[in-house]
């Protein structure tokens, strides 16, 4: 599969990697927001043989410690060189590779990795589909990535954007998604869809007003006994393993 022709850069992880940011995830709350999604991302790769590994995107950093601590080798993709100063001096994640160039096409060979992974990224790429193809592309075995759902209390984004932001002060606009459109892009590169986990039943800007209050914590898990996340939750976790 032939990388695909790049277009207009687009380059939402010099925002994610930025201290402004990594500041929606201090304190309490942002401590349980990430412990969440790590939880989830090694979950979803849980029988999968540690290999090598490409975090898209990556100079947030939030993803070199879940992978590592599992037998991963990580790669952290950055659009700009300053990802990779933040990744190294904001995060405090030296010990990895950096390798810098556009999402589209990502910088390197067909299938040069056995794992690609990105979070915090498709949902603010306008050119999605040309993401995934690149994921998939240079993915060996698995692509993973996260995004908001379109089920659930998160289709009221639309009309509860405005508050959000209003609380949270630096939020940004961004697409949700529908699992079957997803799937369908995957599939049309080569990858089956394997599993997917849900994150939180209630909008995270709840946990971040309630500063990750232990019964609104005690409340998540509740709701991903009853089964309610897994139905109706977001952001997901998705995996997708090659097939061709």
Known sequence: MNASSPISPETPDIETSSAAYASRFAGSAGRYLLSVQSRAV?????DLSPGTALD??????????????????????????????NLRNLH????????????QPLPVPDRSYDLVIAVRLISHVDAWPLLLAEMCRVARKSVVFDYPSTSGLNALTPLLFGLKKSMEGNTRTY???AKKELTAELERHG????Q????FFMPMVVHRIGKGALPLRAAESLFRVSGLTALAGSPAILRADRII
Request: aromatic share 8%; proline share 3%.
């Open 42 to 46: 090694t979950r979803a790769i849980a």
């Open 56 to 85: 898209v995107g990556g100079g947030h950093g939030q993803l070199v410690e879940p992978l590592r601590s599992k037998g991963w080798k990580v790669t952290v993709h950055g659009t700009d060189p300053v990802c990779e100063t």
């Open 92 to 103: 405090g994640q030296r010990d990895c590779e950096f390798i810098k160039g556009d999402l």
């Open 175 to 177: 697409t949700s998604f």
């Open 191 to 194: 990858f089956r869809f394997q």
């Open 196 to 199: 997917q986990i849900k994150q």
